[in-house]
């Protein structure tokens, strides 16, 4: 059981079906998937490289334009930005981007490409609150101008979600790994078990300070509070993949909630051996919020989905829920109960004021201060090509910010 967790669940593209599949590329001039990627990571130039073999080439555009290539090449919603822009889904399909960027970035580390450099150093230090996709990809974009970037990060290893969260059978630890050792190449200095609990003062410290704390937190909800056997999905995951699925589980688990994180979760558990996993739902199927490969993935996994009903009442293990529209009642018993009913951020520890989740700023920068954000906290959707997106940017009005090029 622990091997189907540990294995990733998407196998990579064959050399053969990956040429096959960039011969369907129609080359488009606008290149609609191109703009519609978050972090710019520009598809169709890559895809252009690998029609002409020339794979190199496809690997320096994907690794200059995004730090976590081979990361957003596994775990991108493409069908949500490029795959849906691209030009070919008015013929048959679209193209498999994430598939071929899979088979790029794998080809890359194969053969040990080095391709991001550090810049010149120009005497400016940056201090970076959080090691998420969002901090690691601000960092290595500032490095390569010549920046001192400098992550803290509270937990015992740097990567937020792709590490804590994202479980292994869709993003290997090592995939994080390696990603974050190319980021340490370029100069960056990442210290771990090292909570940070005032900007102000670190931003007396350094030039500029950028905050990409996520959303760290599971939410709870308050008719729980005190129940035993109740965790969140994030605590869930986070224990799943830090001890590499070997965990004890029992037999009959409730979860909660119908987004990507509940159906990790769902998944998570069935690969690790759980015999009963029911996941009741507050949307109906046509409302649902999972991504329809997660959805996909949890159906070929016999997990039983409930639509529609929301959690009325809590008696030990068993759960009572009424249907949103009929009203009809349901009681579910279970051993343990998570809850992934979505994430919070924890920025009120940092005194900083937030609104509807996001930081409550203009833009990405703290008024006319030297601090700045990026990733989840931000104005942004909470996806990892986004937090890539909003870190680069980030990245570039610091910068712009401190005179640098
Ligand atoms: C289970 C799960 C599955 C997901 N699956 C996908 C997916 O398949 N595709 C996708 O695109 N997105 C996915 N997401 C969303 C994605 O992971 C997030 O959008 C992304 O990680 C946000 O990046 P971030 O850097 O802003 O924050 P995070 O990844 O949350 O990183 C923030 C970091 O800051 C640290 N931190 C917080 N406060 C402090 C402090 N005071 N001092 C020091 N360090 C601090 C935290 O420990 C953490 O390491 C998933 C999320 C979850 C929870
Ligand atoms: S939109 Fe589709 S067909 Fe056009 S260049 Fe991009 S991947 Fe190729």
Do not use: W
């Not at 493409?78 to 822009?85: F, G, M, S």
């Not at 013929?91 to 194969?110: C, K």
């Not at 803290?152 to 974050?180: C, H, M, Q, T, W």
């Amino acid at each position: 059981m622990l091997k189907k967790y540990t294995q990733e669940y998407d196998k990579a593209l064959t050399p053969r079906l990956v040429m096959e599949e960039a011969s369907r590329c129609l080359l488009c001039l606008d290149a609609p998937c191109s703009a519609a990627c978050p972090a710019k990571t520009d598809p169709a130039k890559f895809i252009r490289s690998v029609r002409f073999k020339n794979f190199k080439g496809a690997a320096e555009t994907i690794r200059t334009n995004n730090p976590l290539g081979s990361i957003c090449a596994r775990v991108c919603p493409t069908e949500r930005y490029c795959e849906k822009a691209c030009s070919r889904c008015g013929i048959d399909a679209p193209i498999n981007i994430g598939a071929i960027q899979r088979f790029v970035t794998d080809f890359e580390q194969a053969c040990g490409m080095e391709i991001l450099e550090a810049g010149t150093p120009n005497g400016k230090k940056v201090a970076i609150i959080g090691s998420g996709p969002a901090g690691l990809s601000a960092a290595a974009f500032l490095a390569q101008k010549g920046f001192a970037a400098e992550i803290f990060e509270k937990s015992e290893k740097a990567g937020g979600y792709l590490r804590y969260g994202i479980p292994e059978y869709r993003l290997p630890n090592s995939i994080v790994d390696y990603e974050i050792a190319r980021i340490k190449k370029l100069g960056v200095k990442i210290n771990t078990n090292c909570e940070i609990k005032s900007v102000a003062a670190l931003s007396q410290k350094y030039d500029a300070v950028l905050i990409a704390t996520g959303f760290s937190k599971g939410k709870n909800l308050a008719m729980f509070d005190g129940c035993k056997n109740v965790s969140t999905a994030t605590e869930f995951l986070k224990e799943a993949k830090s001890k590499a699925g070997k965990i004890e589980l029992p037999d009959n688990v409730l979860v909660i909630g119908g987004g990507d994180v509940a159906m990790d979760t769902v998944t998570t558990l069935r690969l690790l051996g759980v015999k009963h996993v029911t996941d009741v739902v507050y949307e109906t199927f046509d409302e649902f919020r999972a991504s329809r490969k997660e959805l996909r993935t949890s159906q070929e996994n016999n997990v039983s989905i409930i639509d529609g009903f929301k959690p009325v009442a809590v008696n030990g293990n068993e759960v009572s829920f009424q249907h949103r529209y009929t009203g009809a009642e349901l009681k579910v018993k279970a051993d343990i109960i998570i809850l992934a009913i979505g994430q919070e951020n924890e920025l009120d520890k940092l005194s900083i004021p937030s609104e509807k989740g996001e930081v409550k700023a203009e833009g990405n920068r703290m008024g006319t201060s030297n601090i700045f954000f990026a990733g989840d906290i931000g104005h942004a959707e909470k996806t990892v090509v986004y937090a890539v997106g909003t870190a680069k940017q980030a990245a570039a009005d610091i910068a712009e910010y401190l005179g640098g090029k």
